[in-house]
């Protein structure tokens, strides 16, 4: 079934009509030091902000996996909402959006090695959703599917 991956591939192309992201790369990164040092803890790698897209990597690790060798739920939930908190902050620019709710469909083992999210945003407002794919560093079929929607408070000032 390669047409998930076809989608996210389609996914990825900038629209010319597309707004520059909220919040680059760099201060994301910084952001997430001083606001959520809790986000080190998983090991994530921010690999890209777009406007409402972002593309995070979870790097193989044993610390990651559980009995069978595959890489533990808990971590892929933590992959997946800082991913679609990197999309939000993308997209809206506020700092302080929380998760409201997540949902993550397992669709198969997730085999010991690097995991790559590719999160969007479907909606901005107060509350804003989006969604996110989990997909094998080295490729393959998808192996998680997550949909989550977000308080964003209004900027202050």
Known sequence: MSKP???????????????????????????????????AVLGIEILDIQYGQATLRLPPSPANQ?????????????????????????????????????????????????????????KTGRMTAGEALLLPEGGGDPVAQVVSTWSVPRKSG
């Not at 389609?10 to 010319?16: I, N, Q, R, S, Y």
């Not at 009509?17 to 919040?23: F, K, L, S, V």
């Not at 739920?73 to 409201?100: K, N, R």
């Open 66 to 122: 559980r009995l069978g060798g595959i890489v533990a739920g808990p971590m892929l939930m933590g992959l997946a909402d800082l991913a679609l908190y990197a999309a939000v902050v993308g997209a809206t620019g506020v700092a302080e959006s929380v998760t409201a709710s997540l949902t993550i469909n397992f669709l198969r083992g997730a085999q010991a090695g690097g995991i790559i999210a590719r999160a969007r945003i479907l």
């Open 5 to 39: 991956l076809e989608i996210v591939a389609a996914a990825e192309t900038a629209d010319a009509g597309t707004p520059e992201a909220r919040i680059g790369l760099e201060e994301f990164r910084e952001l997430l030091g001083r606001l959520h040092p809790f986000a």
